[in-house]
């Protein structure tokens, strides 16, 4: 079944204590991006990968790191969590040249 | 930059109704693509309907269709014959030629029996 995977659903950390969501596509799409979504905000774009080892910032990629070593997977890096970064995080990807997305299931991220 | 605007923050209609969600963006290119998406309260991102903007015909699936006006930059969603499993968060959402895409702040529908 095609589709993208995210670990973990659910987090509850501390602040400051370093994390990583992971992310991982079957459908080997060369883009990939993360976002986050907030009440009345939408969902904004944190970071995005048009192919190995090419990333890129979106709107919101303070305190956020990410890496693309192989095409499959795409990790969310937070170094240093902090409150502001609770949230609802989504991974998605695409083939280049599709403008069509697809979305991961939704990490729902705790800082506290 | 570009922007999406979703103008109603919640949205209400009877079962079996018709309903219309507004979305308007701005942008300087000719060439994009425009979405619905429906989020459930499983949160599931899911794609309803797809615009591409240089296609003058109307997207339609199903009972979900949109009015798009490219001159006014306007791209609503008409859901017909409204169904208790429509109740959900939907964004409007932009992209062009790769580049991330950009979503309206949503409206939340609410399906009344």
């Known amino acids: 079944e095609a589709q993208v995977t995210q670990n973990p659903r659910y987090l509850i950390t501390v602040t400051g204590k370093k994390l990583t969501v992971t992310c991982s596509q079957n459908m080997n799409h060369e883009y990939m991006s993360w976002y986050r979504q907030d009440p009345g905000l939408g969902l904004r774009q944190i970071y995005y990968s048009m192919n190995v080892e090419v990333t890129d910032k979106g709107d919101v990629p303070e305190g956020y790191k990410v890496s693309r070593k192989e095409k499959r997977n795409f990790p969310l890096i937070l170094e240093s969590p902090s409150p502001n970064q609770t949230s609802l995080y989504f991974c998605a990807s695409s083939r280049l040249g599709d403008n069509e997305q697809f979305f991961g299931p939704g990490t729902r991220l705790t800082v506290l | 930059a570009q922007t999406v605007t979703q103008s109603q923050p919640e949205m209400s209609v009877q079962e079996a109704e018709t309903v219309t969600l507004s979305c308007t963006y701005d942008t300087s290119e000719s060439d994009y693509y425009l979405f619905w998406y429906k989020q459930p309260p499983s949160r599931q991102m899911i794609l309803v309907i797809r615009q591409e903007a240089y296609k003058q015909q109307n997207a339609t699936e199903n009972r979900f269709s949109v009015n798009f006006q490219k001159a006014a930059k306007s791209f609503s969603l008409k859901i017909s014959d409204s169904q208790l499993g429509d109740a959900a968060m939907y964004f409007c959402?932009?992209?062009?030629?790769?580049?991330?895409?950009?979503f309206g702040a949503g409206t939340r529908l609410t399906v009344k029996p």
């Open positions: 959402a932009y992209r062009y030629n790769n580049n991330d895409m950009r």
